[in-house]
């Protein structure tokens, strides 16, 4: 009984505190020397600011390795510590010893809540550079690839249950947690997605979460190519003689912008337009183009409901 009231404490105490997202707490910052902390083998290649990178590291007696999980102390002492997944390690101009992490969230700080199993963990695209000397501890988790398909079902329940066993032998014994991690989780595109192991803790220099945001970025930058029959707004390509929606209420009749808001009623909602984009106009230098000053030429295309009476 008293097992089962600390497990009720901890998610408690989980749901309470963890509201705040991690990617903007500063790690604290321990009173570690020099000697605590020591790089465990040979320095490796160089990141693109021409950082050293190292696969290992000794921490206060604790192996911190590239592709394990530790957790992270923060500036709220009352917080539950942040796990992050060690993505690589480097050592900067001024010679402190760096970590390039990803936020790795439990079940209950995810869409599952309570209906999450205590020893998951997801992998997401929020990452953190923080000195080594904030890792508090190094946890086992273990990276899974569940193989789906109905000739597997068999096999995968029956590891479930060893595993089951093993995680309640475990607590019997008042042994440490182990944590385990099979998705990734994207709470904007509410989501959970199989990972990409072949990408991860390549201890290389480069993160591929990183690499995908400065994408996604760039594609979200507002261009329009130098013969102006194409721009790029918020991560679309749009070209002459494509076909494309445009809100009805440039349309109005009376200038009033219509509701498209789906809590009204359906009386008073109106379709998007259909129109074809003929010319793209600019009146500044296509290389000062910006969404507000660049204009576009179309042809609308009326709906039956639009010329009825």
């Not at 599952?112 to 990452?127: K, P």
């Not at 550079?129 to 988790?141: H, P, R």
């Not at 390509?237 to 808001?261: C, I, Q």
């Amino acid at each position: 009984m008293e097992e089962d009231s600390e497990v009720e404490k901890e998610k408690t105490l989980l749901l309470e505190k963890i509201k705040k997202p991690y990617s903007v707490v500063k790690p604290t910052k321990f009173c570690s020397s020099n000697k605590e902390i020591t790089w465990d083998g040979l320095p490796g290649d160089k990141t693109c600011a021409g950082e050293t990178l190292y696969k290992r590291a000794i921490v206060r007696g604790d192996a911190v390795a590239v592709g394990s999980s530790v957790l992270v102390e923060m500036d709220d002492s009352d917080d539950v510590s942040p796990i992050y997944f060690v993505d690589y390690m480097f050592e900067n101009s001024d010679g402190r010893k760096m970590v390039h992490g990803r936020l790795m969230l439990r079940g209950l700080q995810t869409v599952l809540g309570t209906s999450a199993n205590e020893r998951e963990v997801f992998l997401t695209n929020d990452c953190l550079v923080f000195d080594l000397g904030d890792v508090k501890q190094t946890v086992v988790m273990d990276i899974r690839l569940t193989p789906w398909g109905y000739q597997h079902r068999k096999t995968n329940a029956n590891n479930d249950k060893i595993d089951r066993a093993r995680a309640e032998e475990r607590r019997r014994r008042r042994l440490p947690l182990e944590y385990y991690c099979r998705s990734l989780y994207c709470p904007e595109r509410g989501a959970f997605f199989c990972l990409s192991t072949n990408t991860m803790g390549l201890g290389s220099g480069v993160c591929q979460s990183c690499k995908m945001k400065e994408t996604q970025k760039e594609k979200e930058i507002f261009k329009v190519n130098k013969s102006k029959t194409t721009f790029s707004l918020k991560g679309a390509e749009y070209s002459v003689k494509d076909f494309v929606y445009l809100r009805p209420h440039y349309f109005a009749a009376d200038g009033k912008a219509m509701d498209t808001s789906k809590s009204r009623k359906n009386a008073r909602l109106k379709p998007f337009v259909v129109f074809h984009l003929l010319e793209i106009e600019l009146s500044k230098s296509y290389k000062l183009a910006d969404p507000e000053s660049t204009k576009v030429k179309v042809r609308r295309f009326f709906r039956p409901d639009d010329i009825s009476p």
